[in-house]
């Protein structure tokens, strides 16, 4: 029910990323983090300016991001611009 709450739907996509291969290219994020039902922290980051969601990962800092593909533009004019070594079929 937790990815219900957040993305307010039953289902919620996303895409693993590597941390090392995020980058925002602007704008800048906001962190909250939310204790999960099992009891796990997860850091949920998003635009600082106008709240979209953008990634969700470990509160030490460690594993994989798990991108709101939502977030996913591959314009560079977006505030939610950033460059990842993730390429989606429909984004090209």
Same mark, same amino acid.
């Given at each position: 029910?937790?990815?219900?709450?957040?993305?307010?739907?039953?289902?919620?996509?996303?895409?693993?990323?590597? =941390?090392?291969?995020?980058?925002?290219?602007?704008?800048?994020?906001?962190?909250?983090?939310?204790?999960a039902?099992?009891?796990?922290? =997860?850091?949920?980051?998003?635009?600082? =300016?106008?709240?979209?969601?953008?990634?969700?990962?470990?509160?030490?800092?460690?594993?994989?991001?798990?991108l709101?593909?939502?977030?996913v533009?591959?314009?560079?004019?977006s505030a939610?611009?950033? =460059?990842?070594g993730?390429?989606?079929?429909?984004?090209?």
């Open positions: 029910t937790d990815c219900q709450t957040v993305g307010g739907s039953a289902f919620q996509f996303t895409t693993r990323v590597a =941390r090392e291969d995020f980058e925002l290219l602007s704008g800048e994020l906001t962190a909250y983090v939310k204790v039902e099992s009891g796990n922290p =997860r850091a949920m980051s998003f635009c600082g =300016r106008c709240a979209t969601m953008l990634h969700t990962g470990n509160t030490d800092d460690t594993g994989l991001l798990s709101g593909s939502g977030a533009s591959k314009s560079t004019n939610h611009s950033f =460059r990842s993730v390429s989606h079929p429909w984004t090209g």
